[in-house]
């Protein structure tokens, strides 16, 4: 296979004296150095210099190196990898959305307000929560309010308590959440089904616990569906259940996890409610509340007084504010455009085809790859390197390999309770055709790993580079161009 021609730093297509724009001769006096003494940076010597032909291709064939969510398949597992729809870039950068000022006087802000407002009522009705806050900006800030507002709510009963508990299939974000909040962490272990084990659960519970963390559906895509039993065990030694709804794409439209007995949840809007974001951002994380917690809520809570909306501070309870203005705007409203633009009967629809197109994977691949739960999927699947194993074949291998056939990787070795795992999330948004090819590509991954596994140890064949040192590549990157003597 021919690998790609390697694409040269910019600084190296660099050559002095070249410009990007060209202007006509002045017809006027020039003014000469209004920046100097000013802004005018003298470490910019280095700056490249290159014509315009040469930045535009330089950094179109730069994006093209990269793979993303427009060109296929990104079966990241617990990451909800779905397309996008354009509508909501286009709807998210209109003026009068991208153009308002965070701190312009509330009465020229009165449709920022209602959009706003109209987002924290529809994520009630489908979440079941009293209230939302919209202020948290991931999903992990979700997590520490939500903790916090629970701390709050037990301090106002007068004891703040000790533990919080979290289940061995929990996303790694819970145990830190909690214990950024004060909290020490108790491990819940997982039955066989790979769902809470309501002994070791009834053992745990003391009136020193203060809430029960549940990822639902959990990391290994199971729903917990013991989760009314869990939450009255909860309940009834006077603690909260917080729910990790990052991946509410599997239960939208068909169950809320207010009547499941939560308390508090967050919902990832980056993932379940559609914006774009792989590596890092931005996200949304609002928090959702039973009527106990509102009272805690940031600071300032939109309300509506007199036919307008206010901003109210007047809340002596508020754990005060956890973002500056209103949250990621922009993601709030590309949350709402995806709600209105599906209506009611298509954010049901969210779920059902989450859920069918991750069980027909993991009925095409059943039988191939190793999979330790047989419990019915939700949104993911979460398959092993079990089989491959016996052939000296890794789940590194096997996803270095997809990257041959044209598909992203698949999440690796998480959840930790699956040695070796590959964690597959489809999305709803995948066609029967992309998936197809998914699933060839998987099954002949897994006759090359019987056949010829050498293939596979030095995959991926088509890329500039090949296997990286990902430790040294996340921990030492090489940032700066030294210019050469
Ligand atoms: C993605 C995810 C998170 C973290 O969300 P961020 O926005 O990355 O902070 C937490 N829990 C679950 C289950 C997730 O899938």
């Given at each position: 296979?021919?690998?790609?021609?390697?694409?040269p730093?910019?600084?190296?297509i660099?050559?002095?004296?070249?410009?990007?724009a060209?202007?006509?001769?002045?017809?006027?006096?020039?003014?000469?150095?209004?920046?100097?003494?000013v802004?005018?940076?003298?470490?910019?010597?280095d700056?490249?210099?290159v014509?315009?032909?040469?930045?535009v291709r330089?950094?179109t064939?730069?994006?093209?190196?990269n793979?993303?969510?427009d060109?296929?398949?990104?079966?990241?597992?617990?990451?909800?990898?779905?397309?996008?729809p354009?509508i909501?870039?286009?709807?998210?950068a209109?003026?009068a959305?991208?153009?308002s000022h965070?701190?312009?006087?509330?009465?020229?802000i009165?449709?920022?307000?209602?959009?706003?407002k109209t987002?924290?009522g529809?994520?009630?009705e489908?979440?079941?929560?009293?209230a939302?806050?919209l202020?948290?900006v991931?999903g992990?800030h979700?997590?520490?309010?939500g903790?916090?507002?629970i701390?709050?709510?037990?301090?106002a009963?007068?004891?703040?308590?000790?533990y919080?508990?979290?289940?061995?299939?929990?996303?790694?974000?819970?145990?830190?959440?909690?214990?950024i909040?004060?909290?020490?962490v108790?491990?819940?272990?997982s039955?066989?089904?790979?769902t809470?084990?309501?002994a070791?659960?009834?053992?745990?519970?003391?009136?020193?616990?203060?809430?029960?963390?549940v990822?639902?559906?959990?990391?290994l895509?199971?729903?917990e569906?013991?989760?009314?039993r869990?939450?009255?065990?909860?309940h009834a030694?006077?603690?909260?259940v917080y729910m990790?709804?990052?991946?509410m794409n599997?239960?939208?439209?068909?169950?809320r996890?207010?009547?499941m007995?939560?308390d508090?949840?967050h919902?990832?809007l980056?993932?379940?409610?559609s914006?774009?974001?792989g590596?890092?951002?931005?996200g949304?994380g609002p928090?959702?509340?039973?009527k106990?917690?509102?009272p805690f809520?940031?600071?300032?809570v939109?309300?509506e007084?007199?036919?307008r909306?206010?901003?109210?501070f007047d809340?002596?309870?508020s754990?005060?504010?956890?973002?500056?203005?209103?949250g990621?705007?922009?993601?709030?409203?590309r949350?709402?455009?995806?709600?209105?633009?599906l209506?009611?009967v298509?954010?049901?629809e969210?779920?059902?085809?989450a859920?069918?197109?991750?069980n027909y994977i993991?009925?095409s691949?059943e039988?191939?790859f190793?999979?330790?739960y047989?419990t019915a999927s939700?949104?993911?699947?979460v398959f092993?390197?079990?089989?491959?194993k016996a052939?000296?074949v890794?789940?590194?291998?096997?996803?270095?390999?997809?990257?041959?056939y044209g598909v992203?990787?698949p999440t690796?070795?998480f959840?930790?309770?699956?040695h070796?795992?590959?964690?597959?999330?489809?999305t709803e948004t995948?066609s029967r055709?992309?998936l197809?090819?998914f699933i060839?590509?998987?099954?002949?991954?897994?006759?090359?790993?019987?056949e010829?596994?050498e293939?596979?140890?030095a995959a991926?064949?088509v890329?500039?580079?090949?296997r990286?040192?990902e430790?040294?590549?996340a921990?030492?990157?090489?940032?700066?161009?030294?210019?050469?003597?």
């Amino acid at each position: 296979m021919i690998k790609e021609i390697r694409e040269p730093l910019i600084f190296e297509i660099s050559a002095a004296g070249k410009r990007a724009a060209g202007l006509p001769a002045l017809d006027v006096p020039e003014k000469k150095d209004l920046l100097a003494g000013v802004a005018l940076r003298r470490e910019l010597e280095d700056f490249p210099e290159v014509s315009e032909t040469e930045i535009v291709r330089h950094f179109t064939r730069l994006s093209q190196k990269n793979y993303c969510v427009d060109l296929g398949l990104y079966p990241l597992g617990s990451c909800t990898m779905k397309y996008n729809p354009k509508i909501n870039e286009r709807l998210s950068a209109h003026p009068a959305f991208a153009g308002s000022h965070p701190l312009a006087p509330v009465d020229l802000i009165q449709g920022n307000l209602e959009v706003l407002k109209t987002l924290e009522g529809f994520l009630c009705e489908i979440a079941g929560m009293d209230a939302f806050t919209l202020q948290p900006v991931a999903g992990a800030h979700g997590e520490l309010t939500g903790m916090m507002l629970i701390r709050a709510a037990l301090e106002a009963r007068g004891n703040a308590r000790k533990y919080v508990l979290i289940p061995d299939s929990a996303h790694g974000t819970n145990p830190s959440s909690a214990h950024i909040c004060g909290y020490t962490v108790k491990e819940i272990k997982s039955n066989e089904k790979g769902t809470i084990d309501l002994a070791s659960l009834e053992q745990a519970m003391t009136d020193e616990v203060a809430a029960l963390m549940v990822t639902n559906p959990n990391t290994l895509g199971v729903f917990e569906s013991d989760i009314v039993r869990i939450a009255e065990i909860v309940h009834a030694k006077g603690g909260f259940v917080y729910m990790d709804g990052a991946n509410m794409n599997a239960l939208t439209g068909i169950v809320r996890p207010g009547d499941m007995g939560i308390d508090v949840l967050h919902i990832n809007l980056h993932k379940t409610f559609s914006t774009p974001h792989g590596g890092g951002g931005p996200g949304s994380g609002p928090v959702g509340v039973k009527k106990e917690l509102v009272p805690f809520l940031p600071v300032p809570v939109i309300a509506e007084k007199g036919g307008r909306y206010v901003l109210d501070f007047d809340r002596p309870e508020s754990i005060g504010r956890v973002r500056a203005y209103f949250g990621n705007y922009a993601v709030n409203v590309r949350a709402l455009c995806y709600i209105l633009t599906l209506g009611p009967v298509g954010v049901r629809e969210i779920a059902e085809f989450a859920v069918l197109n991750a069980n027909y994977i993991r009925k095409s691949l059943e039988g191939e790859f190793d999979l330790k739960y047989t419990t019915a999927s939700m949104h993911e699947c979460v398959f092993s390197d079990k089989i491959q194993k016996a052939f000296g074949v890794t789940n590194l291998d096997i996803s270095k390999r997809l990257i041959d056939y044209g598909v992203h990787p698949p999440t690796m070795s998480f959840p930790l309770i699956v040695h070796g795992a590959l964690m597959i999330e489809p999305t709803e948004t995948e066609s029967r055709r992309d998936l197809d090819h998914f699933i060839d590509a998987m099954k002949a991954i897994a006759k090359e790993a019987q056949e010829n596994p050498e293939i596979l140890h030095a995959a991926p064949h088509v890329t500039y580079v090949s296997r990286l040192d990902e430790v040294a590549a996340a921990k030492f990157p090489v940032l700066r161009w030294e210019k050469k003597p």
